[in-house]
């Protein structure tokens, strides 16, 4: 089911997003579940830049063994135990960012498929109020974004601070005020980072929900393109994509000159380190406190900071783009699920008996907004019968659809299938009774016959045949390596976007509810096997009661009735011959569509053809 971008409030409820305690919290308790990997990580960690550090050390041995006149000999070792813990520590290291990146990866994966199973389970109604953008930006986006912050900022940002704590440690080891001078430039870090982070964290997090907008401004014109084309909607669904775009823009310029300031205020930083580590080892060496090995080796391990912590720094833009993408898909992880009743009807109806569905006074508004999409609709579909809902973009069809179909509840008034209200029941209920059918079908990896199977668990191949014959796929797939136990989808069998629609058709035969919902369902009409896929519709579709959705006009021709929505209200209703006769809104919307459907004709020669139900009589 898909809401027009125009059908959806402009400020739309989001999915949860938690705070950053939260995310830490679910970190920590997944890799208490893996504690020898995640134990190992951090060993490894510490040792790889304990190893790293010790080199510097030595070297101020050898410089105090150089000044004492101690034999070459010294040298030789001193150089041997260097090269030693150069390499090893080069193979610590290696190995921990390899753990780290594992460890990462694995909660990925955990949160991935938590996320996934989340939105899944989420009635339909949250989704459409939230927006698929929102949705798809988390479960696409946001994993991507985390992906690579586990690949590369997460190992950089962990085993540079571990070697920032070593080093600082190791200037502790040459004379505490020696340790004292460079932890001097402590404060300043800390006052860099404390005027840093309040700043960028709402940013990030402010740019992934403009990057949700966005994508579904961006969904929503794609889904749309014929309705779009037709009523002349481009500058409007353009207008809208360019401003959401120039707000990601101008979001992404802001982060980056933050960013750029941070950056200043940690180069002061270590220029204030180290000059407090310059002149007070001057000092000891003037006061004999101290040793010329050790005040060498203090100026070089403060120095041997400046590259794990500008790692830290240059790293730290996708670490915080990591952060907030943590956040957001730990936050669906807590959406709680709707409270509905339970239950399905006692006088459920027989498989193939016809419905009533009668619409009373139904008054819909999404959450935030004051303006009702739909106000006080009244409709009645007979039992068999079949109603076409038009209307331009923004006239509360797919809403209307959706709450037919049980997504959502109004504010007022009620959807009636039979004697059921639909208000009373959970959506395993309602879709007993009503199915839905958009052009957004999926094909899923694996066998065909499971895929039909996700319709009717219990079917038989026989009953999978039949339902492929009567919407025209059985030729096709009759011709399949192994039939209906061949893969499709992704690593199967590829199949064109005719005989997807004829797979959801199928499974739509296989529901056996009493009404259909069917929402842009023939949007790939115009293409390869157009006529074939609108015989399937009508077959699918014979002897059930049928509300269409139809976003080309056309459609409208082949249903017994048309309700014309104008403003979320019904302002026409009739036949088409009727409509077009009385002279109102819809024979207008009906000259626009004519009009439209030879403009877009000029444009795509090769999407108008002999038999394709789009193209206008008298062409």
């Known amino acids: 089911m898909s809401v027009s971008a125009t059908d959806t409030p402009a400020a739309q409820a989001t999915l949860r997003t938690t705070t950053g305690r939260e995310a830490a919290r679910w970190v920590a308790a997944h890799c208490r579940e893996v504690p020898w990997l995640t134990a190992t990580a951090i060993l490894t960690t510490v040792a790889g830049a304990a190893l790293q550090v010790l080199p510097l050390l030595l070297l101020g041995r050898v410089v105090d063994a150089v000044v004492a006149g101690g034999p070459r000999s010294v040298l030789v070792t001193t150089g041997v135990w260097m090269a030693a813990a150069a390499l090893l520590g080069a193979a610590a290291t290696a190995l921990s960012t390899y753990l780290v990146g594992r460890l990462g990866a694995d909660l990925l994966a955990r949160l991935r498929e938590g996320a996934v199973r989340a939105v899944l389970a989420m009635p339909s109604a949250r989704i459409e109020q939230v927006g698929r953008g929102d949705v798809l930006s988390r479960v696409g986006d946001d994993v991507a974004v985390l992906s690579r912050g586990i690949r590369t900022a997460v190992p950089t940002v962990f085993s540079a601070g571990v070697l920032v704590v070593i080093a600082t440690l190791g200037m502790f080891g040459l004379d505490w005020r020696l340790g004292l001078a460079g932890a001097g430039a402590l404060p300043a870090y800390a006052f860099a980072l404390r005027w840093y982070l309040p700043r960028s964290a709402p940013l990030y997090k402010q740019q992934r929900a403009v990057q949700a907008d966005r994508a579904q ?14 009523y002349r909607l481009e500058g409007a669904v353009r207008e809208k994509v360019t401003t959401e775009s120039w707000r990601v823009r101008e979001l992404g310029i802001e982060v980056f000159r933050l960013f750029g300031r941070f950056v200043g205020r940690e180069n002061r930083a270590e220029f204030i380190g180290l ?71 006692a006088d459920a109806p027989a498989a193939d008996a016809p419905y009533p569905v009668a619409v009373k006074g139904l008054t819909f508004s999404y959450p935030g907004t004051e303006q009702p999409v739909l106000q006080d ?138 009404v259909v919902v069917l929402d842009e369902s023939t949007a790939e009409a115009g293409s390869e096997g157009a006529a074939e896929l609108e015989r399937a519709v009508l077959a699918a579709c014979a002897g059930r009661t049928t ?52 403009d877009t004709a000029w444009a795509r020669p090769t999407r108008s053809r002999a038999g394709d139900p789009r193209t206008p009589k008298g062409r």
């Open 217 to 230: 401004a961006l969904i929503s014109g794609l889904n749309g393109i014929d309705t779009v084309r037709a």
């Open 275 to 345: 000059v407090l580590i310059i002149v007070v080892g001057y000092a000891l060496l003037e006061a004999d406190a101290a040793t010329l090995g050790e005040v060498s080796a203090a100026p070089l391990l403060f120095h041997r900071l400046f590259t794990p912590l500008g790692s830290i720094m240059f790293t730290f833009d996708e670490a915080q783009k990591s952060g907030a993408s943590l956040t957001r898909l730990v936050g669906v992880l807590g959406e709680d699920a709707e409270d509905r009743l339970v239950g399905t009807p």
């Open 377 to 514: 609709v009244d409709l009645a579909i007979p039992a068999g019968g079949s109603l076409a809902l038009v209307g331009a973009t923004g006239a509360g069809k797919s809403t209307l659809a959706a709450l037919i179909a049980g997504i959502g509840t109004p504010q007022a008034g009620s959807v009636r299938i039979g004697g059921t209200d639909l208000a009373g029941l959970d959506e395993a209920g309602a879709r007993a009774l009503v199915s839905i059918l958009t052009q957004e079908t999926h094909v899923f990896s694996g066998p065909l016959a499971d895929d039909l199977r996700l319709a009717a668990p219990q079917a038989t191949d026989a009953e999978l045949a039949d339902a492929l014959r009567t919407v025209g796929a059985d030729g096709w797939v009759d011709a399949l390596p192994a039939g209906l136990h061949t893969p499709v989808g992704e690593g199967g069998e590829r199949l064109d976007v005719t005989k997807v629609a004829q797979i959801a058709l199928a499974r739509l035969l296989l529901a056996r509810s009493p």
């Open 547 to 598: 509300l269409f959705v139809a976003h080309r006009l056309t459609q409208a021709m082949a249903a017994d009735r048309i309700a014309v929505l104008d403003a979320g209200r019904v302002v026409e209703h009739g036949t088409h011959k009727e409509l077009v006769a009385l002279g109102g809104r819809y024979a207008q919307l009906w000259r626009a569509w004519r009009e439209g459907s030879q």
